[in-house]
């Protein structure tokens, strides 16, 4: 057997290189190393599960009222709680009246007086206007009463303007239902001192309801008003509702990144409760009819890829796909497969493109023999 002799220089990478090579040749008597098929699992492509995408939302009322007094005051009682349901112009709470009835009776009073300055006012003018018909008096002084009844009908007017504005503080201290609905909620109790137009009830008016949801950012661009959708019910499993989107909000909430979304629903009456949980799906037109789970796809340079086993052979190529949103366990394949396709579900990082495999089910079983 020849020996080999390296110098001080020969570098280090070839040292490993002819080592490697002589141990090999000394394993296997100079014989290349055959390398042995390696077994994989392979399936066919199965329907895109990520068709259709969902999302959460709640029963809300078409119609919903924050409630609140129009005037500061002290809350003295609370007529009805969360759930109750109430009719057009009931009343829910009561402020303290004692000092908007004062100021009702002050301008009642103020009323009264410019009522009477009027009056007298008025009675000059008529007796000044005889006694300058009668040039007993001059037509400046005529002038000057028919000025100061004009000014004591304006302090009237005014004084009744007042009265008016009186009468209406003193009755806004009584929060009134504006339509039929049911109290969703309630931020203030008895004692509390509310100021004006601090919201104190939530009314969710009787009529239609409708589903609320979040539309996160990435899925924005595929929902627009009067798009057709599918509701369920979590407490009605199984039971599904055609339905529309009504309206997207063009602005993002600034918390949560999500866009407010509402949809109507075609259901029997008395199907949709308010508060109950729902289920919006929407069909995603992206994705394709078949998917593959997850492990199958591969990241490249180039985008995304699966090992394809061909049977015949028993060689896989690694070819380039085109994927839809992921799924919790598989992804649709928008483009790059077909029906017929034997893909490798598992392992494939661990494979090269070309490699021989041995492509067997789940039940470990051979393909295609």
């Not at 601090?198 to 929902?223: H, M, S």
């Not at 407490?235 to 999500?258: F, H, I, L, N």
């Not at 034997?342 to 789940?362: I, M």
Request: charged share 20%; hydrophobic share 45%; glycine share 8%.
């Amino acid at each position: 057997m020849r020996s080999r002799i390296f110098s001080a220089s020969t570098p280090v990478p070839a040292l490993l290189a002819a080592a490697l090579a002589l141990s090999l040749a000394a394993c296997g008597d100079g014989k290349p190393v055959v390398e042995a098929p390696r077994p994989v699992l392979v399936a066919q492509p199965s329907g895109a599960i990520n068709a259709v995408s969902a999302y959460a939302g709640e029963v809300r009322a078409r119609e919903e009222s924050p409630l609140s007094f129009r005037v500061a005051g002290k809350l003295i009682e609370r007529k009805v709680d969360v759930g109750a349901h109430v009719a057009a112009g009931q009343v829910l709470a009561v402020l303290d009246p004692g000092d908007l009835d004062a100021q009702a009776r002050a301008a009642q009073a103020q009323y009264a007086a410019a009522e009477a300055e009027y009056a007298r006012a008025r009675a000059d003018q008529v007796r000044f206007a005889q006694l300058s018909k009668d040039q007993l008096v001059s037509r400046s002084a005529q002038d000057a009463q028919d000025a100061a009844a004009k000014a004591a009908q304006g302090q009237l007017n005014s004084a009744r303007a007042n009265l008016e504005v009186a009468k209406n503080q003193s009755a806004y201290t009584q929060l009134r239902a504006p339509s039929a609905g049911v109290i969703a909620s309630r931020n203030a109790e008895a004692g509390q001192v509310v100021a004006a137009g601090q919201q104190v009830f939530a009314l969710a008016a009787d009529g239609a309801r409708e589903i609320a949801f979040a539309v996160p950012e990435g899925a924005i661009a595929t929902f627009k008003p009067g798009q057709e959708v599918l509701i369920e019910l979590w407490s009605q499993a199984g039971k599904r509702w055609p339905g529309r989107v009504r309206e997207v909000s063009p602005a993002a909430d600034p918390a949560s990144r999500t866009y407010a979304a509402r949809v109507t629903v075609d259901a029997p009456d008395g199907t949709l409760e308010l508060g109950q949980s729902a289920r919006i799906y929407q069909a995603d037109a992206a994705a394709s009819g078949l998917s593959v789970p997850l492990a199958a796809v591969q990241r490249t340079g180039n985008g995304t890829a699966v090992f394809v086993a061909d049977i015949g052979s028993g060689i896989v190529k690694l070819k380039p796909v085109v994927v839809g949103p992921y799924g919790q366990e598989r992804v649709p394949v928008v483009k790059g497969l077909s029906a017929n396709d034997w893909v490798v579900t598992a392992g494939g990082h661990l494979l090269r493109d070309g490699q021989k495999v041995v492509a067997v089910d789940r039940d470990n079983h051979p393909v295609g023999k």
